[in-house]
């Protein structure tokens, strides 16, 4: 069981990927799966809202995939 969860969404803005990290223990995951986040962007400075289901599915993804594929 890992401790974090890595989540992933892209700037609207400028399609930059954001990672975000949440606790990854089930109690957190069932409470946020089927939640709305807000996130502040580090790209184009606006708050983001993305799907919680959205953003771990694709982090899932990004972590199983090679570690140091570039963007
Ligand atoms: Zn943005």
Redesign the pocket.
């Known amino acids: 069981m890992p401790l974090f969860a890595t989540l992933r969404f892209h ?4 399609g930059k990927p954001i990672d975000y990290e949440v606790p990854g223990d089930a109690n957190t995951l069932k409470d946020l799966w089927s939640r709305s986040l807000l996130r502040h ?1 580090p ?2 400075g ?1 708050v ?1 809202r993305f799907s919680f289901r959205q953003a771990y599915v694709a982090g899932m993804l990004t972590v199983r995939s090679l570690p140091q594929s570039t963007e």
């Open positions: 700037c609207s803005e400028t962007c790209h184009c606006q983001h």
